[in-house]
């Protein structure tokens, strides 16, 4: 499934900073723990998530996984497989 | 005030498909048209006497039994005597400076055909037939089959046409007529994506059909269907705002003044024109705001109106003229002095072209760039010098057409043009785009915006949310729908009446 090794510590300051700008959410509530549905966000933004990554990245994120994401682990983690499948 | 189940805004196809299903299921339907007439692509047009088509030239998988077919026939809308097989010897033609090529109906055809063209390229011309045939299985609102396989249609739409035929054939040449058809949606062979390039060959091979009595008469039949199932189709009706309280749209506002509610607010409008429409976006989040001020429009098209005699053309046959058979150079972006890349024909399939009289339309990608200077004049009051622009791009595509039809232009006997500026004036696209936005593997599948959006009832319909053309538009709204009235029971009734047919 996921790739479970350490994220890159870069990797999860891009998508707070995402999160942080594109969503509104106070940073102090960007904690990997934190369910998505908590920070408000809804299967839409989830679409809008992917677009970022991958145009971010210039990766391809396996987009029928975006409905198992729960956490915010989970969005650093297919975040950190499909870069590391780019490489 | 009237209350309705759903308001519709916009007439075209995806418009018209939402309110004819919604409407067949019970549901109080009601559609609003900017314009004076409905139908968006599908308008025809008068003019020297000759019924001319502005969208509506040709269509796919419309045989008994195939998608298109069963979902005008499940919608009620389906006429034969609207229809006309185009010839199944050959329906499209493809000039190249090499030679031409007729493709004829039906995948066996279609591959032995191609085989006399290619004959040491038989097992990759297989390959890509096979190809394009297990992939359009996966598309549910094609297939009709609730339970195809999303990851392999989701899959299909993230790769690019590129990546499929290059390793299939080296040959550049029938490279280039596996491209060929990116010209029905302008987007560049290597932005394509497969899945959706798969659909329109497959529709395409199996079931070409032209109109007989030109999109006119389908747009009439849709709204006779709504009318006679209890729905309204105004006219003259131009949405200019959205009125967003809470999580909802609860009021849509015309021009007029005039206030309509509904329990869904479809929009069959560009997500650029839909979103703007809100009078509050706050429940928008700035990404998402950026990824729509962000997407590309498809190309804008200049079109030829004409009849001419003693044209030896068949009317069931439309044409396709490449300047060259180059896949990196036929659809690359050229300017208005040189020869266009590509120019369509599509002939009148109405009983017009008798003896030696033929009407027809020819088709050109031309930027809105070219036009922006003269966006704000009128319609029918455009100056002289965009006038004289138009005579120098009608003589370009009579010197490309000209090239495999020598004496065309002399053969001309009255001719009209128009031009993305014509599109924006007639069907208010972003940039007068002939196709709404460009539908490249970065704004499809997974990507794609749309149906649903953060406005708990507001969803989006039509070309610009899954497929571009008559067929990817009307069957949006099947998706749309969906979301009112449940995919899954439609989709078994449309694959049941298809088994029937």
New interface residues.
């Given amino acids: 499934m996921l790739n479970q090794d350490p994220v890159d510590p870069s990797l999860i300051q891009q998508i707070n900073d995402l999160m942080a700008s594109g969503f509104e959410i106070p940073p102090e509530k960007l904690v990997p723990s934190a369910a998505l549905k908590e920070l408000g966000l809804d299967s839409l933004d989830a679409v809008d998530m992917l677009v970022y990554i991958e145009d971010k990245f210039g990766i391809k994120v396996e987009g029928e996984k975006l409905t198992s994401l729960r956490t915010l682990q989970d969005v650093y983690n297919l975040a950190a497989e499909a870069v590391s499948k780019s490489k | 005030m009237s209350h309705h189940d759903a308001l519709i805004i916009g007439s075209g196809i995806s418009g018209l498909t939402s309110a004819a299903l919604l409407s067949k299921k019970g549901k109080s339907v009601l559609v609003l048209e900017a314009y004076s007439r409905p139908g968006g692509y599908m308008h025809s047009f008068r003019r020297f006497g000759e019924l001319f088509d502005t969208g509506a030239h040709y269509v796919g998988s419309m045989c008994p039994g195939q998608p298109f077919h069963t979902l005008l026939n499940y919608l009620g809308v389906y006429k034969p005597e609207a229809f006309v097989p185009l010839n199944p010897d050959g329906f499209d033609v493809f000039h190249f400076p090499e030679g031409t090529i007729r493709l004829p109906m039906g995948f066996d055809r279609a591959a032995q055909e191609l085989a006399s063209h290619f004959p040491s390229e038989t097992a990759a011309i297989k390959s890509y037939f096979d190809l394009i045939q297990k992939t359009v299985a996966h598309f549910p609102t094609y297939s009709f089959d609730g339970d195809a396989d999303?990851?392999r249609s989701?899959e299909a739409l993230?790769t690019p046409l590129t990546q499929v035929v290059e390793p299939l054939t080296q040959n550049p040449r029938l490279q280039a007529l596996f491209y060929a058809y990116c010209g029905l949606h302008g987007v560049r062979p290597e932005d394509t994506p497969f899945g959706l390039h798969a659909i329109v060959v497959d529709s395409l091979i199996r079931g070409p059909m032209g109109f007989s009595k030109g999109g006119d008469d389908l747009t009439k039949t849709f709204v006779e269907r709504i009318e006679a199932q209890g729905g309204r189709v105004l006219m003259n009706r131009k949405v200019v705002s959205l009125v967003v309280n809470g999580d909802n749209v609860s009021e849509v506002v015309t021009e007029k003044g005039e206030r309509f509610t509904a329990d869904w607010v479809i929009s069959s409008l560009h997500p650029k024109t839909t979103f703007g429409l809100l009078t509050d976006d706050s429940r928008l989040?700035?990404?998402?705001k950026?990824?729509v001020r962000q997407l590309p429009e498809s190309g804008g098209m200049y079109a030829v109106y004409a009849r001419a005699q003693g044209l030896d053309w068949d009317p069931l046959q439309n044409h396709y003229f490449f300047d060259t058979s180059d896949p990196k150079e036929m659809f690359r972006e050229r300017g208005p002095d040189e020869i266009p890349a590509m120019v369509f024909a599509s002939l009148s399939r109405t009983s017009s072209n008798e003896g030696g009289k033929k009407v027809f339309s020819l088709h050109s990608a031309s930027p809105y760039k070219w036009f922006e200077r003269w966006k704000d004049t009128k319609y029918g009051k455009r100056p002289d010098d965009y006038k004289a622009f138009k005579d120098k791009l009608t003589a370009r595509v009579f010197a490309a057409v000209e090239r495999y039809e020598p004496g065309l232009a002399a053969k001309i006997e009255s001719q009209v043009s128009s031009s993305p500026l014509s599109n924006l004036h007639f069907n208010g696209s972003i940039e007068g785009s002939g196709y709404g936005l460009y539908h490249s593997i970065q704004n499809t599948?997974?990507?794609?915006?749309g149906p649903?959006?953060?406005i708990l009832n507001l969803l989006v319909t039509g070309q610009n949310y899954l497929f571009p053309g008559l067929l990817g538009a009307s069957i949006s709204s099947l998706r749309t729908c969906g979301h009112i009235i449940g995919i899954k029971p439609v989709l078994e009734e449309l694959k049941e009446l298809g088994e029937r047919s």
């Fill in positions: 999303m990851t989701l993230q989040t700035g990404l998402f950026d990824r599948g997974a990507r794609a915006i649903r959006t953060k």
